[in-house]
């Protein structure tokens, strides 16, 4: 499977931006899929997940109640909705799947990570 993450871009403090993850060579069925990001001169962090039946999602603390994972089955697409942007959330955000399709915790994956990974689209939030 290869994923192609877009949607990226300059925002305002306080701004909305939509993320996509399109898959090619495969279907998203049956994985858990998510997205991740990497501030400049950090470490890759988790950002959010979702199973592909949609059932499940689970976020980082530090966006919670800010962004919303979704998909779209029939477009075999991935979104990240990202309102109330700060610039601490300024990255290159990637996509991810993963081929074990129950959920895990974020903990897990920001140190294990997915075994898919797209490009990545960088996310500037200004002050």
């Known amino acids: 499977v290869q994923l192609q993450a877009s949607g990226g871009g300059l925002v305002q403090s306080g701004g909305s931006l939509t993320l996509s993850c399109t898959a090619s060579?495969?279907?998203?069925?049956?994985?858990?899929i998510g997205w991740f990001r990497q501030a400049p001169g950090k470490e890759r962090r988790f950002v959010a997940a979702i199973t592909w039946s949609g059932g499940s999602t689970n976020y980082a603390n530090s966006v919670k109640g800010r962004f919303a994972i979704s998909r779209d089955a029939a477009k075999n697409t991935l979104y990240l909705q990202m309102n109330s942007l700060k610039p601490e959330d300024t990255a290159i955000y990637y996509c991810?799947?993963?081929?074990?399709?129950?959920?895990?915790?974020?903990?897990?994956?920001?140190?294990?990570?997915?075994?898919?990974w797209g490009k990545g689209t960088l996310v500037t939030v200004s002050s």
């Open positions: 060579g495969g279907t998203f069925g049956g994985y858990a």
């Open positions: 991810a799947a993963d081929s074990q399709g129950i959920l895990k915790s974020a903990n897990y994956y920001t140190n294990a990570g997915m075994d898919f």
